[in-house]
C-alpha cells in the first residue's frame, strides 16, 4: 500500500514539469505576439475543427463567418486567450506550479463536464500551434517549448477525463 501511495506520488510529481527560464521566454515571447488576436485565435480553431464549434450552444449550426463578428464570439474568444495569459504568466516563477496546477485541473473538471473530448482538446493544440507557427517568430526552439507547455497542460486537464 505504501509503495503505491509512494508511486501515486512519484507519479504526480513527475506529470508537471516546469519550464526552464529559456523555454519560458520562448514561450511568452510568442504568446505576446498573437495574445490581441482572440478572435482570429478562435475562428482559426473553429475553421480547423468544425466539431470544437459543434460544441458550443451558442455557436452550433450556425455560419463561422456570420457569429465571428457577434459579441458572444468575442466573448468566448477572449475568455480563451485570458485562460492562456493567465497560465503563461504564472509559470514565470516556479512558486506558482500549486496555482497553475489546481486552475489545469479545474479546466479539465469543467471540460469534461461540457463533454468535451481529449482528441477535441488535442485538436485545439493542433490549430494553436499552427497558428503560433504562422502569425509569431517561430523556430524548433520555440516549437519545442509550447510542445512542453502544451504536454504540462495535458498532463494535469487529463486527469479529469
Ligand atoms: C477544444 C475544445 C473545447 C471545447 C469544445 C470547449 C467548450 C466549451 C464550452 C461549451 C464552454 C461553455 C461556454 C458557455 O457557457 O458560454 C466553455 C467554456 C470555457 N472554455 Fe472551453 N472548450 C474547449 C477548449 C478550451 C480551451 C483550450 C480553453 C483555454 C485555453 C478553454 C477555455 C474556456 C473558458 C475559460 C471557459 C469559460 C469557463 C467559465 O467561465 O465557465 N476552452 N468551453
Partial sequence: ????VLLA?????AAYTPLTAEEYAYVSGAWNKVKHSEVDILYAVFKAYPDIQAKFPKFAGKNLDEIKGTSDFALHATRIVTFISEVVTLSQNTANNDAIYNKLELFGTDH???GVTKDQLTEFRTALT???????????????????????VFEVAFTKF
Fill in 1 to 4: 500500500m505504501k509503495f503505491l
Fill in 9 to 13: 506520488l512519484l507519479g504526480a510529481a
Fill in 112 to 114: 469534461h463536464n461540457r
Fill in 130 to 152: 499552427t497558428y503560433l507557427s504562422k502569425h509569431a517568430p517561430w523556430g524548433d526552439n520555440v516549437a519545442a517549448a509550447w510542445n512542453k507547455a502544451f504536454d504540462n
